[in-house]
């Protein structure tokens, strides 16, 4: 990506990443705020079925494009930093899709608090890395890209 259209694109692409999280995040808060009585099912089968994809699909792309263009930008621990905080994220999502889907059929008997905190674990951590992406990660990006 040489010309500015190019880097305009990627910096466009990081942004639509980041909002596709933030809204997986507000969909997750939803879900734990309507624990344990107003569950919408059909509203949790689709995040325990988009949660992952969405996530990993933003960090491949910001270990694939953004970091390789930010290595001499920036300190490299803050981006191995960031990349194993995407690994804790994938793995925290997983168990999150594991714990919903168990919960859906077995209302009843399953534990609605644990459920919501670890929704609420997530989401949370989640939205802090990306308001880091975004204040710091971001401007670093689109100051590289024009020099």
């Known amino acids: 990506m040489n010309d500015v259209s190019g880097h305009q694109q990627l910096s466009l692409e990081f942004r ?3 909002a596709r999280q933030e809204s997986l ?11 344990p009585d107003a569950l919408n099912v059909q509203e949790s089968l689709y ?3 988009s949660l992952l994809p969405t996530v990993v699909m933003a960090h491949r792309f910001e270990e694939d494009k953004v970091f390789p263009l930010l290595r001499k930008a920036t300190l490299p621990s803050t981006l191995d930093r960031l990349g194993f905080e995407h690994m804790g994220d994938e793995e925290y999502a997983n ?3 594991l714990a ?5 059929p077995e209302r009843r008997s399953a534990n609605a ?18 308001a880091f992406e ?7 990006l689109e100051k590289e890209m024009l020099s």
Not at 100 to 104: E, P, T
Not at 134 to 140: D, M, T, W, Y
Request: neutral net charge; charged residues 30%; glycine residues 2%.
């Open 16 to 18: 639509v990443h980041l």
């Open 95 to 97: 168990d999150i899709i």
């Open 100 to 104: 919903l889907r168990a919960y859906v």
């Open 113 to 130: 608090e644990t459920l919501a905190w670890m929704m609420r674990g997530f989401f949370e951590a989640l939205r802090r890395h990306i």
């Open 47 to 49: 995040v325990a079925q």
């Open 25 to 35: 995040c507000d969909r997750l808060e939803r879900l734990a705020d309507s624990l």
């Open 134 to 140: 975004r204040e710091h990660i971001l401007p670093l």
